[in-house]
């Protein structure tokens, strides 16, 4: 029987972990704040900005909340997060990304302050993830990491094949399951669109991460017996309901089930997880600066 990896049950786990340190950091007299900056009118992008503030009022956190006009200049959008980077009461910051394509993201992302960097995306924690001593780990390769240890899949001496070289997943999953480290100590090897015989490398794997952002691309055909599947992808496709859309991941769901021994669906897999390890990151942040 092929396992559904349930991310919306693990993802509760956490965020009722994540209560308790809340109310003890609470006792002490500290309120976890997230700030979170949308500069942006792509329906998407609001959806998932509400959702994380949603998940803050849900586990205890104080969430603020900044809409900065996508037409604005850029200075706008620095101005906010400098002031949010002053702010003690603010623990952690996210700009939701992308940016308007007149800011320049990679200075946004630089204007973080690195201790609320709580998407780890600054250079400097990018910086500290690689070289094994991240600050933060970035919430969709650690909730992917999660997925992994809730399943009992060992990561140790294991083949994984992540097809995809993205900034927010690809690379630093990449980074972190060839760490020596409990969650690392894979044998990884990461695809992308110029990658030759694709299928040759899924099939060889013990563990396949999808995050290459196209509908459905991996299928049963390209895994082999008793594979684990963890399926990154969120993709729109127009559908003959009542949104007009649908949400389907990168793995075609009902082949790679077919042959795997576990499997996330989408939505209920990744998604939820990158949520839970967000609040995790910002509670964490609150306890190292008011530690
Ligand atoms: N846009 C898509 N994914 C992410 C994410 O993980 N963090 C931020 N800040 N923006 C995103």
Known sequence: MTEVIDGDAVAERIRDDLRDSIETLADEGVEVGLA?????????????????QRDCEEVGI??????????????DLHETVADLNDDPDVHGILVQMPVPDHVDDREVLRAVDPEKDVDGF???????????HARYRPCTPHGVQKLLDSADVETEGADVTV?????????????LLVQKAEDGNATVTVCHSRTDDLAAK??????VVAACGVPEMIDGSMLSEGTTVIDVGVNRVDADNEKGYELVGDVDFESAKEKA???????????????AMLLYNTVKAAGRQEG
């Open 261 to 275: 021994s576990a499997i996330t669906p989408v939505p209920g897999g990744v998604g939820p997880m990158t949520r």
């Open 122 to 132: 600054h250079p400097e924690n990018v910086g500290r993830l690689v070289a094994g």
């Open 36 to 52: 979170t900056v949308l500069m942006s009118d792509d329906p998407a992008s609001e959806t998932y900005v509400s959702m994380k």
């Open 62 to 75: 104080e969430g603020i909340h900044v809409e900065i006009d996508p037409d604005a200049p850029a200075e």
């Open 202 to 207: 899924t099939r060889q794997a013990d563990v």
């Open 163 to 175: 097809v995809g070289r993205s900034n927010i997943v690809g690379k630093p999953l990449a980074n």
